[in-house]
């Protein structure tokens, strides 16, 4: 009898979540917090150095970072970032700032102003100033200038009385912004723009607590001077070692495509799961469809600020999340095949996929953690959304999708309809025949992936060899991340060459030939000035000169050598650790003879993408580790499916004994799973070509860098870790005999030991 209590139950679930996520979806997006790379900004990571020599303390970071806040309100940011890194760093980002130049000029300067005499002996400098005492004003002439208040007439009084004695010509107050050992008023003087804000002739004493600074000042400058002098001066020296920007117009065209593609490939995997699956399928799309509305609810919650690779990792999360439900999915199919009733293949395929699921998140997560370990700003909120999304993918693929298609499954209406999922009547054994899923005949039979071991070793060896010497021969086409120098990425909203490029950067002393011409319309050029660290003064004249030309300001990247070395040892360490993690893991759920022929495939994987890159010459970025270490988990998750299996064959067996056991559990593991594995690489490879097709420029590499790795991964999961661990587990035959493959229990007595 059809329990239809059950289905009215489904849809009131379905609809009310529906509800919630209609009325609420709009006001969640317009809360979360865009980076830079989505709205445009600017980015700059400061080394932190003392005025007078001594350590840079955490007193010296906490007051300096707090001054930086204060001059950022200058700025009218809302929501900037501050925060203190390692012993002598602090990273500022700026989402959403519109004067980008004026940004890098109000936060790196100092603001030390001092009043000298023409031997440059200061007089008086900012303490002498009244808090919040400075404004823009104007002269008597009706220039700009800065009205300065004194905490106190008497200094001013005695400073000029001073000067005034030194007689004419060098009766001259001199007021600098920032003096450094070695600058020189005389020196200055004789050049047409001197570094001095203002040299006033002092002839007559003042006994009052206001001064005037005159200059050939806008109004933009004297206000901004003001504001600097307010928000009070730096108790440190700032130098960039890492900086970036992104124009408003970079940001939204990425966000738009980058969302498209994500569109696009969920769509695809949605249709490919309902076509494939039948109505589990469409179980999991309802149950990815939230999933999507968890994060971004979880992600408003942490206040946590969206960046565009953290756009890629929620798309890539989905791939995750169909790789529960297709795990689930296909034990279930297997119990119905040998024979159980609906309801009985249900609980039984939804507690034997559970530890499957468990391991192949965990060992992602391990990957993900990493990441955040070691990565920047940008590659943190990847790998922050990374493991969000594997979490949240978990529980809904566990519970969610469990709990939805369970009501249907109890509600008997697809009793005798395995149609609905997915299984023909002639595919299902008679129970009475003691079939079990790991006997049921598969499109891979005739495969025999132990004999043919020996080729595919041959031919990753072969692989292998041409890419060792590629990169012998290209190495690495490594951009500013881990060398340095600097990057300048126009959109010029027209046609663009090489030879019009380089002909613009030279106009500005910028001389190199590394460009990139790229873009629908060739409309985008990358230029990289490598061992070129552009400055401020540069990089401001870079844009201006740009903004004329084009109408858009080029987003512009430095990194110095010592930023580019540590990025550079973050990566090695970061896969290192990572390997570490995995085999430790394994080691412990499964053998260690399983975790380290599954490392060797990582690693295996993680060369083909380094190769492909050497060859290819495509750019090697930050977001390159991203990508590496995100195959990593995706790779070592199709591998822990197969020794799930494998195990689950062996414990049936309970010993090997020969060689050809061996191979059995090989075989039959690898069999059993190709199915998901073929399903699970197509739903991933969708949702990256969705990214690659329709996404971001600047995350394009990232999506191919995904690409090459999961296929790669995918073929070392199949054809090379399960047949390592066959030879390995053939020596183990020979060395110790017959092998058992179940844990025997201690057996207790009460009866006397003798």
């Not at 990815?288 to 890539?316: E, K, Q, R």
């Not at 529980?395 to 609905?420: D, E, Q």
């Not at 043919?452 to 041959?458: A, D, E, L, P, S």
Request: net charge neutral; glycine share 8%; proline share 2%.
């Amino acid at each position: 009898m059809v329990k239809r209590g059950r289905i009215v139950a489904f849809f009131l679930i379905v609809i009310l979540v529906g509800s919630l996520i209609g009325a609420t979806t709009n006001g969640i997006t317009k809360n979360i917090k865009l980076g830079l790379d989505l709205q445009g900004g600017f980015e700059v990571l400061y080394k932190v150095s003392s005025l007078d020599g001594k350590k840079v303390d955490k007193a010296a970071l906490a007051s300096t970072a707090k001054a930086l806040d204060k001059r950022i309100n200058v700025l009218g940011v809302s929501e900037p970032s501050i925060q203190i890194e390692g012993e002598d760093r602090i990273r500022v980002q700026l989402a959403g700032v519109t004067d980008q130049n004026k940004a890098r000029e109000i936060l790196s300067t100092e603001a030390n102003l001092s009043f000298r005499d023409v031997n440059d002996v200061k007089m008086m400098d900012g303490s002498d100033l009244a808090e919040g005492g400075a404004k823009q004003t104007f002269d008597e002439n009706g220039n700009p200038s800065v009205s300065l208040k004194l905490k106190s007439a008497s200094t001013f009084k005695d400073v000029t009385q001073k000067i005034v004695n030194m007689g004419a010509p060098n009766n001259l107050l001199v007021i600098w912004l920032d003096f450094e050992e070695g600058d020189s008023f005389k020196a200055e003087s004789a050049k047409e723009d001197p570094a001095y804000l203002s040299a006033p002739r002092v002839s007559q004493v003042f006994n009052q607590d206001t001064v005037s600074i005159t200059g050939q000042f806008t109004i933009d400058e004297a206000q901004t001077l003001a504001d600097l002098l307010n928000a009070g001066s730096l108790p440190v020296k700032l130098d960039e070692v890492y900086s970036t920007s992104v124009g408003a117009q970079f940001g939204e065209q990425a966000m738009e495509k980058t969302v498209l593609g994500g569109i696009v490939g969920i769509a695809i995997i949605y249709l490919f799961m309902i076509f494939y699956y039948r109505f589990p399928g469409f179980i999991a799309t309802v149950t990815l469809s939230i999933y999507i509305f968890i994060i971004l609810v979880v992600f408003d919650w942490m206040n946590a600020v969206l960046t565009l690779p953290g756009i890629a990792a929620l798309i890539l999360g989905v791939g995750m999340a169909v790789d529960a439900n297709i795990i689930t999915f296909e034990r279930i199919r297997e119990e119905m095949k040998v024979g159980r009733t609906l309801k009985s293949a249900f609980q039984a395929g939804s507690k034997n996929s559970f530890a499957t699921i468990f391991d192949a998140n965990i060992t992602t997560i391990l990957a993900a953690i990493v990441l955040f370990a070691f990565g920047t700003s940008s590659v943190k909120g990847f790998a922050t959304m990374l493991i969000l999304s594997i979490v949240v993918s978990f529980l809904t693929a566990v519970y969610l999708s469990r709990l939805l298609l369970g009501l249907w499954v109890n509600s008997n209406i697809f009793n005798k309809k395995p149609g609905w999922f997915g299984v023909r009547k002639g595919d299902i054994k008679n129970i009475a025949e003691n079939y079990e899923a790991q006997d049921l005949p598969t499109r891979f039979d005739n495969i025999d992936f132990v004999k043919h071991r020996k080729k595919f070793f041959i031919f990753s060896g072969v692989l292998m060899t041409i890419g060792i010497i590629m990169l012998v021969v290209f190495r690495l086409n490594l951009g500013i991340d881990f060398s340095s120098g600097s990057r300048i990425e126009l959109d010029a909203n027209q046609s663009l060459t090489k030879e019009e490029f380089q002909a613009e950067l030279t106009k500005l002393d910028i001389k190199t030939e590394d460009i990139v011409i790229s873009g629908e319309n060739r409309d985008i050029g990358v230029a990289r000035v490598k061992d070129d660290v552009l400055s401020k003064d540069k990089i401001a004249e870079l844009k201006t000169h740009f903004k004329k030309k084009y109408g858009e300001e080029p987003n512009v990247s430095t990194v110095s050598p010592t930023v580019g070395k540590e990025l550079a040892k973050n990566a090695m360490k970061s896969l290192v650790i990572a390997a570490i993690g995995i085999i430790i893991y394994v080691t412990i759920r499964f053998e260690y003879r399983m975790a380290i022929p599954a490392v060797l495939a990582l690693l295996h994987d993680s060369f083909f993408i380094i190769a492909f890159f050497s060859i290819t010459r495509l750019e090697v970025d930050i977001t390159f580790i991203a990508a590496i270490l995100t195959v990593v988990g995706y790779s070592i998750n199709d591998t822990i499916v197969t020794y799930d299996r494998m195990r689950e064959i062996m414990a049936k067996k309970k010993r090997l004994k020969t060689e050809e056991d061996i191979a059995d559990v090989v075989n039959k593991g690898l069999r059993q799973v190709m199915g998901r594995s073929i399903n699970t690489i197509l739903t991933v490879i969708i949702a990256v070509l969705g990214l690659l097709i329709f996404g971001s420029e600047s995350i394009r590499n990232f999506s191919i860098a995904l690409l090459v790795g999961t296929v790669a991964g995918t073929y070392s999961s199949i054809f090379l870790a399960s047949q390592i661990w066959y030879e390995w587990k053939c020596k183990e035959l020979k060395a110790k005999g017959p092998i058992s493959t179940v844990k025997e229990k201690r057996k207790y007595t009460d009866e006397p030991q003798v």
